[in-house]
């Protein structure tokens, strides 16, 4: 009787741990989930940006199958309004609203963010000499 019951409990302590590697398994991928780049109770500016690249648009919306409403050139200095990121066929891309002659958006990549106008002044001489 006691080779029986010790079967019993091994039987079931295999079907137990069975079970539970079956449950760690990952069947659909996961999208991790991201904070927002501006803080919702942030200030109504986060700081001045400096566009980097030769010259980029400004798009009506964060994507780039939008409308542009124009461009900026390297050392362009634009107040940045909000960060904000945005899904793109499964990717997560950063775009940056700003406000100059046009208020659109730029990626973030194409843009370098100052905390204060003196700073980005001083970045966009330097980039344009």
């Known amino acids: ?3 029986g019951v010790s ?3 091994r039987c079931g302590s295999l079907v137990a741990a069975f079970l539970l590697l079956l449950s760690c398994t990952r069947s659909v991928e996961e999208i991790p989930l991201l904070p927002p ?6 200030r109504a500016l986060i700081g001045y940006g ?3 690249a030769s010259y ?3 798009m009506e919306l ?3 199958g939008g409308i542009s409403l124009g461009y900026l050139r390297r050392g362009s200095v634009v107040p940045v309004l909000e960060r904000r990121y945005v899904n793109n066929q499964g990717k997560a891309e950063l ?12 990626k973030d990549d ?7 106008e003196a700073r980005a002044k001083t970045a966009a001489e330097s980039m344009t000499q």
């Open 1 to 3: 009787m006691r080779t």
């Open 7 to 9: 079967f019993n409990y």
């Open 37 to 42: 780049p501006t803080h919702p109770l942030s």
């Open 50 to 52: 400096v566009v980097s």
């Open 56 to 58: 980029t648009h400004v």
């Open 62 to 64: 964060p994507d780039q």
């Open 95 to 106: 775009w940056v609203l700003v406000e100059g002659n046009y208020r659109g958006w730029l």
């Open 110 to 116: 194409a843009i370098l963010i100052y905390d204060n």
